[in-house]
């Protein structure tokens, strides 16, 4: 007879358990020590996150140098620039009603060169006419006012001057001096574009500048920054044309941000003379 197995009675066998199974779960204890040491570590790297990055990007601002190694300081004195812009725009918007009653805006001046050379021609033109003599039509009634009111006795004329001698000390005279400029640039700005360009100077240097818009205007920040510092010197909105000295406050670089708000590309051209170390333009 032939033994059949029957499975159902056969001995079952345990399975094996993995012994990291068994072993219980433990926990890292949590000592004051350690929430403190970590504390102090988040602290630590959210303030040099602040300083090292978030202070150049926002605000410009960098002590320690390494956002302007990064770009970072320019990328937040731009946005300053920018802010300072719009609200210079608001304000700007806000004073048009009030501006429109009272009187219109005076014309700007005209350039140092074009008075100049107007000053040049009135003198030339002075020199002329004392070589050639004035009109009869002028000499006539003076002539018949000599007659008229006769000098007393014991009052001594003085000796008329000599035109020509006149005219030839006139003509010797020396020109008014024109400044020496070191540097010129010109820069096209499209509507809406800006630029800036700053003269690397020391404290207390000054240097002299002329810049137009060449027909046009423009939007202006002359600022400075450098050494942990920043100073906004002059603001102009609408502007043709600006001259003058720049006297450093401290080291660093100092210069104009300008921004085209025409609806048509406009040419600002820039001179410099003085005491910088060099010009700093893209």
Do not use: C
């Not at 996150?49 to 302007?68: H, K, N, Q, R, S």
């Not at 048009?96 to 107007?118: C, D, G, S």
């Not at 003599?133 to 006769?150: F, I, K, M, R, W």
Request: a negative charge.
């Amino acid at each position: 007879m032939t033994n059949r197995f029957d499975i159902s009675k056969a001995p079952l066998r345990p399975e094996p358990r993995h012994p990291a199974a068994a072993a219980p779960i433990q926990s890292v204890p949590a000592t004051p020590g350690g929430l403190i040491r970590s504390t102090l570590l988040a602290a630590g790297a959210a303030g040099a996150i602040l300083v090292l990055f978030w202070l150049p990007a926002e605000y410009g601002i960098d002590p320690t140098g390494v956002g302007g190694l990064t770009g970072l300081t320019e990328m937040g004195e731009i946005k300053q620039q920018l802010a300072a812009e719009a609200e210079a725009d608001v304000q700007a918007a806000a004073a048009a009603p009030v501006a429109a009653v009272e009187n219109t805006p005076a014309t700007a001046a005209p350039a140092p060169e074009i008075l100049e050379r107007l000053d040049r021609i009135d003198a030339q033109l002075a020199a002329i006419s004392a070589v050639i003599g004035t009109p009869p039509s002028l000499t006539e009634p003076a002539a018949a006012a000599t007659v008229v009111a006769e000098p007393a006795p014991e009052a001594a004329a003085a000796p008329a001057p000599d035109p020509v001698e006149a005219a030839v000390a006139e003509a010797a005279a020396p020109e008014p001096a024109t400044p020496e400029w070191r540097d010129e640039v010109s820069y096209t700005l499209n509507p809406g574009e800006g630029i800036e360009v700053k003269l690397s100077m020391e404290e207390g240097q000054t240097a002299r500048f002329f810049w137009t818009a060449n027909g046009s205007v423009v939007n202006f920040d002359l600022h400075g920054d450098g050494s942990g510092e920043s100073i906004s010197y002059e603001q102009g909105r609408a502007v043709p044309e600006a001259s003058g000295d720049l006297t450093a406050a401290f080291t660093g670089n100092h210069g104009w941000f300008w921004r085209n708000r025409t609806e048509a590309p406009v040419t600002v051209t820039l001179r410099t003379g003085g005491d910088y170390a060099e010009i700093k333009a893209p």
